[in-house]
């Protein structure tokens, strides 16, 4: 198929029925589109207006036949490389002509939870049949992520304003665990809103770790409100939130956190295990990929909303330099392609001094079987952990799509994460998108490193579950890198089970085919995710509220294998 022209390029429809305004409830239909046109601009103008700008708000109302006018193959290529041979959009998958999609929208606005009237969140699941309800009647930070994204997208930015003032002011109690007082910058996991209903009072309470499970620390809480702050900037252009005394405040102090000097040597941030998503024992402590990925990215976000006044400056030297060095690690020690394999099976150990070639003296024997199989000749990764003699070969999704997003990954990185995916689409994506991570640890190996969890059993919850929430992480990163196909037969995968399954947490086995064990139905990122995913490719230019383009003093000097190069 030819390229299209650049002024034919982007002209997508987004045209969701607003069925969340008033307090969720579905009062009135408001037929809303946003047509954005973009001609006449360079490759590179182009990207940085896709990928880094606020949205073009252009909103009115749409004849159904001018709409499907202006229906049209949206496909957009950051590299040229592909993403034209098929349409992002046709008139068949208009979402607003989707049941699911619909069907999805009121699931979503069913989950908002209200603070004196005002929407500040959405609970993690609405699930009444289960019995344990544990934490999943909770607001959780990361969980409302997508939410926040589907709504800023729809154009109701509001509970997503609240949403952030409302963490910030959380942030700013007292925290303890036991006699141990957390740090001034740490964001809660998770949050309840207490109705009482005689006294009319509305109250919060919130969890740092310190009720939850295992006590596990949200490392990744504080990360995911500066990325959507900023989430929240682009898609409204309202930069007077992140200019607001207090949300320069919360911002420091969680910088603060984790740009402070202390004994490290390497620029990543050492966690402790269950810091993110994984919240739970699952061998991720050391450096783990999602934080690493998470961290770029806030840094790089924060760069974008930090004011140039005193205390402003003095985090911003900090993040350029530690930018600097983190991308240069990552970029460096964490990726894995064939090349980088076979170097690491030659490696000789022992090496003392800055000749070394093996600095972190990985034992070659070390290296677990299954990864010899599952490197492609063609594409790479970003493993999951780097540290003293010790490699974790698995392969996360959520850090993977999150250094492309961030462009912590290089161009050419990011090209090789999608072909590993593509080569690896029945490891990894299976019968339903997307593998939390890969393998799942078995035997001897599951009983040392997750303390023999019933929960983690091989192929189940974060042992190598899949998750449909990061259907909406791999469409984002389909569409950066020019590769929509690989998000659309994705979606079409959701598609066929989801709803039906009555949007389950996570699915069990090998190839994702089983509602997991203990799936909780109605999770709410769930069905955000599926959302997201949607309106992304309804409009490409929604990515940009979650992607960055590459910082070209960023590139790293090394040049050493054939994906990478
Ligand atoms: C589980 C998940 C965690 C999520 C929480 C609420 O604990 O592991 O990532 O935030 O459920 O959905």
Redesign the pocket.
């Known amino acids: 198929m030819d390229r299209p022209k650049k002024r034919d390029v982007l002209r997508a429809v987004n045209s969701m029925s607003s069925l969340c305004e008033n307090g969720g409830k579905k009062e009135g239909i408001r037929a809303v589109n946003s047509v954005c046109s973009i001609s006449e601009l360079t490759d590179e103008d182009l990207l940085s207006r896709l990928l880094d700008r606020p949205r073009l708000k252009l909103e009115r109302k749409k004849s159904y036949e001018e709409m499907s006018l202006s229906l049209y193959d949206s496909a957009h290529s950051l590299d040229g490389r592909s993403g034209w041979d098929t349409p992002v959009f046709s008139m068949k998958d208009s979402s607003d002509l989707n049941p699911m999609v619909t069907e999805a929208w009121e699931a979503l606005c069913r989950s908002q939870v209200y603070f004196r009237e005002k929407p500040v969140g959405t609970i993690?699941?609405y699930d009444h049949a289960s019995e344990d309800v544990l934490?999943?009647d909770?607001v959780?930070v990361?969980?409302f992520v997508p939410s926040a994204l589907a709504f800023l997208m729809k154009g109701e930015p509001d509970i997503v304003k609240n949403f952030l003032l409302k963490t910030l002011h959380i942030q700013g109690q007292d925290k303890m665990i036991d006699k141990f007082k957390l740090g001034d910058g740490a964001m809660p996991?998770?949050f309840k809103v207490l109705h009482n209903p005689i006294k009319k009072t509305d109250s919060i309470i919130a969890d740092f770790g310190e009720s939850a499970?295992g006590r596990v620390a949200p490392v990744d809480s504080g990360f995911w409100w500066i990325i959507l702050l900023r989430a929240y900037t682009k898609s409204t252009g309202d930069h007077s939130l992140a200019e607001r005394p207090e949300c320069q405040k919360g911002m420091r102090l969680i910088l603060s956190l984790c740009l402070s000097e202390g004994f490290d040597t390497f620029p990543t941030l050492l966690c402790a295990d269950g810091c993110?998503?994984?919240?739970?024992r699952m061998g991720i402590y050391g450096y783990p990929i999602e934080i690493q990925a998470l961290f770029f990215m806030a840094l790089r976000s924060a760069l974008s909303m930090l004011k140039h006044d005193s205390e402003g400056k003095e985090f911003m030297e900090k993040i350029v330099k530690r930018l600097h060095a983190l991308s240069f690690h990552m970029r460096s020690y964490f990726w894995l392609d064939f090349q980088q394999l076979n170097d690491i099976y030659r490696y000789k150990t022992e090496e003392y001094s800055h000749t070394a070639v093996n600095k972190f003296n990985v034992i070659p024997d070390s290296i677990p079987d299954w990864i010899f199989d599952f490197m492609p000749l063609r594409g790479g990764y970003f493993v999951g952990n780097v540290s003293p003699a010790r490699m974790d070969f698995r392969w996360f999704a959520l850090g993977n799509c999150i250094a492309i997003l961030s462009s912590l990954a290089t161009p050419e990185q990011s090209m090789a994460i999608m072909d590993l995916i593509e080569a690896r689409w029945e490891e990894l994506v299976g019968e339903m998108p997307l593998k939390i991570c890969y393998p799942a640890m078995e035997s001897h190996e599951w009983r040392i490193v997750t303390g023999c969890d019933p929960k983690n059993t091989r192929w189940s919850?974060?042992n190598g579950g899949s998750w449909p929430v990061l259907l909406w992480l791999l469409t984002a990163a389909s569409i950066k890198t020019g590769r929509p196909q690989i998000a659309r037969r994705a979606i079409e995968l959701a598609e066929a089970r989801l709803l039906k399954d009555g949007w389950p947490?996570y699915y069990d086995g090998k190839s994702g085919r089983f509602i997991g064990k203990q799936a909780?139905k109605f999770?709410?990122?769930s069905i955000a995710g599926y959302l997201v995913a949607k309106m992304m490719m309804d409009d490409p230019t929604h990515v940009g509220m979650i992607s960055m383009e590459e910082e070209k003093h960023m590139k790293p000097p090394l040049r050493r294998s054939s994906s990478w190069t």
Do not use: G, L, P
Request: net charge neutral; charged share 25%; hydrophobic share 35%.
């Open positions: 993690a699941a934490n999943y909770q959780f990361r969980d996991a998770s499970i993110s998503m994984v919240d739970r919850y974060h947490e909780r999770q709410t990122w």
